[in-house]
DNA sequence: CTAATCATGTAAGGCGTTACATGATTTT
DNA sequence: AAAATCATGTAACGCCTTACATGATTAG
């Protein structure tokens, strides 16, 4: 019964919503899932052969540009059940990665004007993301995907989330360079 | 020269604040580093035995518990600028991974009650991380770690994320079972 | 004519987890 | 007497990135 990874249910997701190539879904993949799962078309190729090996989807094979075939991937009736099974089961927590947090513990072994300098870069960027999902909700909202049932409301429902965090982190990160440029060590 | 992972600036980190064993840097890692770095200690032990290869720590071996010897670990001068440079150093952006935002994007085709009941639970998991966090808060503020220049100030900061990042969450997560319960499926 | 895009793969190596292995001391 | 804690390691395997490899079509 082998078991599905996580790129896997990724893949089932965007296949939910339409036949792609790999190729294509690597681009898919990149927004908007983008901002909260990645995977290269390294992983995406063995991973799509092995959804095939185990029934969850099927392709069919046309000329390619190069010496390859080009396979076009679409979700099996087995593929939407795992998918529908996977969504309501529970994630088992993952570990935790934040090197900027990592740094801040640390904070009294650095220098506090050059690690301010980090903050405000930080927060620069958090901004700009801000801006991206901002504009990208706004057509969604216009698009009337503030409601489940419509077809966009996953991606309005994790932009309204990316929204509330980056503000978050952009607000503590300039908090962060203000209280280390207030107290220079 | 040898490059030195993430997790050995994290081990640098702790032992800045003080000697400790292989042993004791796991269990120290766990809280607060836990909330958002982690390590075990099959990891720990190799990253060691590199960082004293490559001269950034030096350890002082005495008889162990078990048939190996014990080692305690502190961070060479070579150490303590590695780790001030890397602490102001940008850190290179990591692909997130966060499989409820992926389940969200796909939430179109899973029942919505179900769905719903996950976001509750996981609400609630929030909701205890913040008590935990304030209760931590509390403990950091009372013994005045609010500012730098103070021991605690790197935990007190990391808190306060955490605390920010917690509340918009929960908020999230109820605001999406809340939805999905208006609109079933 | 050059670069980008479309399209699919393999191989080597780092990072991280789980399972395996040993054994003294302290707590229940 | 049993369980937890202290203490250190190795081995196998999965996930993920970087580099390698091929070649047609389209846009500038």
Redesign the interface.
Known sequence: MSTVS?LG??LL?LL?RGPSTGYDLARRLRR??G????ARHTQIYPELARLAAAGLVTYQAGSGPGPRQKKTYTNTAAG?DA??E???T??AP???????????????????S??A??YL??AAEHAQRLAEYRSQLTDLTDAGAT???H?G???Y??L??GI??EQ??E??CR??AS??AD?P?
Chains 1, 2 share one sequence.
């Open positions: 996580a249910y990724a997701c939910d908007p899932i901002y909260y799962w990645t939407r998918l529908a996977w969504l309501v529970p994630a993952r570990a935790p990665k934040d090197e900027l947090l990592l740094k801040t513990y640390a904070v009294a072994a650095a220098d506090s050059r690690m300098r980090l870069a930080a409601g489940p049932g077809p409301f996953g991606n429902a994790t309204r989330y509330a965090i978050q982190r607000a503590w908090w962060m209280t280390l107290h060590s």
